[in-house]
């Protein structure tokens, strides 16, 4: 890889995160000459007009950075000639993904929440604009997995459904998704063409109510038309509870904890 760039601040970020992720790296300013072996250029979008590279990298200021990273594995380690990009999505209030460009998985992470695997979508599209992109979507937990799976049709996105019975491993619950999502993207699914109806049932509702009480220590249950709406995406469990607890919005419960996901059934 290769670090172009006079902002200081893109610089001191980006060279961090390389460092972190133990990928080589060589720091040039706009104009010098390139090697030969840098595989990728990353760099801001005014300066990348004077970078003379077959693939460069601009990083605009706030932009994305799943999107970007998964970018840069790919330059890195996907296979010779390899075309298509597959997304598996392990669905939850915090949905894990993976990407793989033939056999390689050229990125992964954790996202903020549903519609986040939606906007993520967008910003993969921008990266990869000639390329074809295809989503794998686990079925479990069917609130969040309906809001991504509606929300990337809604994009025209191609979406396949893929059973989740033995892709969830057992562990921590970030790796685990990451995992996860590694699992439901290298497993075939089935086609989904129209948006799944969405219901609540009382049993979810019942559980979201069950994790305020987990998330507030025991002093608050949330009311059923505030868990609807967590189910429905339109708040988190986290605002929910601080909402009625009259406090800022947080994502920790007052002892610091991470209140639970209505995905984990404790």
């Known amino acids: 890889m290769a670090l172009v760039t006079r902002d200081s601040s893109l610089y001191s970020e980006i060279a961090g995160a390389l460092r972190e992720r133990k990928i080589p790296c060589v720091s040039l300013l706009p ?5 030969d072996r840098v595989a990728a250029v990353i760099t801001t ?5 004077h970078v003379d590279h077959a693939r460069v990298l601009p990083v605009p200021e706030g932009g994305d950075r799943h999107a970007l990273w998964t970018a840069v594995g790919d330059a ?9 990009l597959i997304v598996g999505v ?10 793989m460009s033939g056999t390689a998985v050229v990125g992964e992470g ?29 079925s479990g937990d069917p609130p969040s997995r309906n809001r991504i799976v509606n929300g990337l049709l809604e994009r025209r996105r191609r979406v396949e459904l893929v059973d989740e019975q033995g892709t969830t491993p057992r562990g921590h619950r970030r790796p685990r998704d990451m995992l996860a999502a590694r699992r439901i993207a290298a497993t075939e699914g089935r ?5 799944i109806p969405t219901t609540v049932t009382e049993g979810e509702v019942a559980n979201v109510q069950r994790l305020s009480r987990i998330g507030s220590e025991g002093r608050i249950t949330i009311p059923r038309s505030m868990a609807h709406r967590v189910l429905r ?4 469990l986290s605002e929910a509870v601080a909402a009625l607890s009259g406090g800022a919005r947080t994502t920790s419960s007052p002892s ?7 995905r984990e059934r404790l």
Request: proline fraction near 15%; charged fraction near 25%.
């Open 233 to 236: 995406g339109e708040l988190t």
């Open 45 to 49: 979008p005014g300066e990348a007009k």
């Open 110 to 138: 954790v996202l903020d929440s549903p519609e986040a695997s939606v906007r993520f979508a967008d910003h993969l599209r921008h990266r990869f604009p000639s390329r074809s992109i295809r989503y794998r979507v686990g």
């Open 191 to 195: 086609d989904v063409y129209a948006p």
């Open 90 to 99: 392990d669905p939850g209030p915090r949905p894990g993904y993976a990407v």
């Open 31 to 35: 104009g010098d000459r390139i090697p």
């Open 76 to 84: 890195l380690l996907a296979p010779a000639g390899a075309r298509e």
């Open 256 to 262: 610091g904890a991470e209140i639970p996901s209505p």
